[in-house]
């Protein structure tokens, strides 16, 4: 399995000889045989140097037994994972071409001038003009270019990959990323509920004053809180519903947006019904996103609903992990149908109280997305504590080429490489402590997430 940053990529062996199904979230993303990923490592090496190159499976004379092709396989995986996890040569552009490379190539689809819907917020569709072999970011200023949003607010935005239920509901499947082409992301995708959405990238509402400056920015910004409300994202009582009701027919969209700024779950990214181990195993939960945490609204198994947050500031560090759930078939054996699903583990290592962590682990489809959302938001907390500057942090995470030191890499979800063995629970590295960001712990008389009440904030803005 590959990734990239926080993006879970598998490699399983495919019936053809010598070939690996890349898969990116549990969706086939290209498929590569030994002698391509040969070739990447002399380009690699010829690059950078030996020196910085891990080990690459050597060349076999004689046709290779099944036990040796499952050997081979592994160490593949450990390459790749080696690969991806080095800040240099896991952001160059020479690996992520490869993988857009082996994406087009898989999904047979020539280059070629296309046109492309890009959705926003409040439903409308823009159609660009590009070509298919156009990456991430050439997509996103194609994107800009079209709506007239001036360069240097183009990073404030990212392209989401979501799916539209049929009574409208969103789910966010995935930020589109450098090593993918969207064309053929979507392309591939092959059901009219996936859209590509234009949605802001940062979580620091702040910046939206940077974001409101400009007119296009300001139609994106207030086209997004729109729908975050009509959608039930952000909570809203009647008088405040009145008050954005006028507003709204006044045509003030500062004013409804900073109306909208002091509302709850403001900027938040909310995911679908999931599980949870926490308070105990087995509990429903809807897991939001925002303001630097992770909002657990909880169903106990006495049918009692609990709400609490997880500060990032709190999470040590954290992991995916995945293992291969067979598919029911409808008999008593639900192996006998041969198939099986990805089932995807976000687990994170809490500090509960002083001196004492605990892991809380979240089963959903959408591990990955959360992922990026906690890696994203520490992006920012770095920036701000440093006293950098977050319009060259977004451009730079814009270009693809944001590059942070060992120290830096804090909380970062490491590439996870997946094996078919559905008996074996994956394994990922855990992430080093947040060294740019303060842990400090709270006493046991003033814990503010003691869970018999179930408010398990922790560290707020002001403690940073």
């Not at 003030?252 to 195993?281: A, M, N, R, W």
Request: net charge neutral; hydrophobic share 35%.
């Amino acid at each position: 399995m590959i990734e990239s940053s926080s993006h879970f990529i598998c490699l399983w062996d495919n019936q053809m000889k010598s070939a690996y199904n890349i898969h990116v979230n549990g969706v086939l993303h290209c498929r590569v045989r030994y002698s391509q990923l040969l070739g990447l490592h002399e380009q690699i090496k010829k690059e950078y140097g030996s020196n910085v190159v891990p080990a690459f499976p050597p060349k076999k004379i004689f046709t290779l037994t099944p036990a040796e092709v499952e050997q081979r396989r592994e160490q593949l995986e450990k390459y790749m994972q080696a690969i991806r996890q080095d800040p240099l040569l896991g952001a160059s552009e020479l690996f992520n071409s490869f993988l857009r490379k082996a994406q087009q190539e898989t999904q047979q689809i020539p280059t070629e001038e296309v046109a492309i819907d890009i959705c926003l917020c409040n439903g409308q569709k823009v159609t660009v003009n590009i070509f298919t072999s156009y990456k991430t970011e050439d997509v996103l200023d194609a994107v800009a270019t079209k709506l007239d949003l001036p360069d240097d607010l183009v990073g404030y935005f990212s392209l989401f990959l979501v799916r539209e239920g049929v009574d409208g509901s969103l789910s966010f499947v995935r930020k589109l990323q450098e090593f993918e082409l969207p064309y053929v992301s979507i392309t591939s995708s092959r059901s009219s509920e996936f859209h590509i959405v234009l949605r802001k990238s940062y979580w620091d509402m702040a910046y939206d004053s940077d974001v409101m400056e400009n007119r296009v920015g300001l139609n994106l910004l207030y086209a997004q809180t729109v729908s975050d409300i009509e959608r039930g994202w952000i909570l809203v009582n009647k008088d405040q519903h009145r008050q954005l009701k006028s507003l709204q027919e006044k045509g003030s969209k500062k004013e409804f947006i900073h109306l909208g700024q002091t509302l709850k779950y403001y900027g938040y990214i909310k995911f679908d019904p999931c599980v949870t181990d926490f308070p105990e195993k087995g509990c429903q939960v809807i897991v939001s996103a925002g303001n630097n945490e992770l909002n657990f609204h909880v169903k106990l198994p006495n049918e009692q609903m609990k709400e609490g947050s997880f500060k990032v500031t709190r999470m040590r560090c954290w992991r995916i992990t995945s293992s291969q759930v067979p598919i029911a078939n409808g008999t008593t054996n639900p192996c006998s149908s041969g198939q099986f699903e990805i089932k995807l583990e976000l687990s994170f290592e809490y500090l509960m109280s002083k001196d004492r962590l605990q892991w809380v682990t979240i089963t959903s489809d959408q591990a990955i997305m959360m992922s990026i959302c906690l890696q994203s938001m520490v992006d920012e907390l770095m920036v701000k504590k440093s006293g950098g500057s977050i319009k060259k942090m977004l451009r730079k995470r814009h270009n693809g080429s944001i590059h942070r030191s060992d120290s830096q890499q804090a909380v970062k979800s490491s590439p996870l490489l997946d094996s078919p063995d559905s008996n074996r629970e994956q394994i990922v590295k855990l992430s080093t402590k947040l060294t740019s960001v303060s842990l400090r712990g709270v006493s046991a008389s003033n814990l503010a997430n003691n869970i018999s009440n179930y408010a398990f904030e922790g560290i707020g803005d002001d403690d940073l």
